[in-house]
């Protein structure tokens, strides 16, 4: 099976700006999670989708939003970016939302904001 | 979730067992120990979980001790491209929050010849 793809791998904006990146989870897999990771603040959870709904949500600012699509499919939206917005931006599918599925990671989209 | 407590850094020969130790005294009951790793700058790669019995797959063996409050993964036979950061999670298992998987700052395992 193909693993978790996120695209574009590297990305770079200014500030104001708003970007979307995209997650295709493995196959089958219908939960889609976003983390937010940077230096200072490590890996943070950001939200989960399971079945176009969200279903759980981290401590970020409403800037921050998420959907999914009906084959899975998750994109992640920031707007009006702030340099604090850099960060690895990393998805994880599992095959159901919750229980003890693992989550597979993507490798991630590398934000750099200027 | 419960919290986690790891060493910071281990430093470990080629080719011996790296022992990479995980405290989680608060666990509850129904929490599973889900060890992930990360090599620099690459997404968390998934590499194994326990509830109470001890597991083994190929990449690693977990050991949960009896009363659940700690484990300690092996990588039997560490290898250069183990150098990582090690990741200790403790996950629920109810719906709304084991999708959150809570990383602390994990083990830096450096792997020399």
């Given at each position: 099976k193909a693993g978790v793809t996120q695209t574009p791998r590297y990305l770079i904006k200014t500030r104001g700006q708003q970007v979307t990146l995209s997650c295709s989870p493995i196959s089958g897999h219908r939960s889609v999670s976003w983390y937010q990771q940077t230096p200072g603040q490590g890996l943070q959870f950001l939200f989960e989708y399971f079945s176009e709904t969200q279903r759980n949500k981290g401590?970020?600012?409403?800037?921050f939003s998420g959907r999914q699509f009906s084959n899975s499919r998750s994109e992640m939206n920031v707007s009006?970016?702030?340099?604090?917005?850099?960060a690895l931006y990393l998805c994880a599918s599992s095959s159901?939302?919750?229980?003890t599925d693992t989550q597979y990671f993507g490798p991630g989209t590398r934000l750099t904001v200027l | 979730d419960a919290k986690t407590t790891q060493p910071t850094s281990m430093d470990c020969a080629e080719g011996r067992a790296a022992n990479l130790p995980c405290n989680h005294?608060?666990?509850?009951?129904n929490e599973y120990v889900y060890w992930y790793r990360q090599i620099h700058s690459q997404g968390p790669q998934y590499i194994i979980h326990g509830l109470k019995n001890n597991e083994t797959n190929e990449m690693a063996s977990l050991i949960i001790t009896e009363d659940r409050k700690s484990s300690t993964l092996i990588l039997p036979h560490a290898t250069l491209r183990d150098t990582a950061v090690y990741y200790c999670i403790v996950r629920g298992r109810d719906t709304g929050t084991a999708s959150k998987l809570t990383f602390g700052t994990g083990t830096r395992l450096q792997v020399t010849l």
């Open positions: 401590n970020f600012p409403g800037r009006t970016l702030e340099l604090g917005d850099s159901l939302a919750g229980s | 005294s608060t666990i509850s009951g």
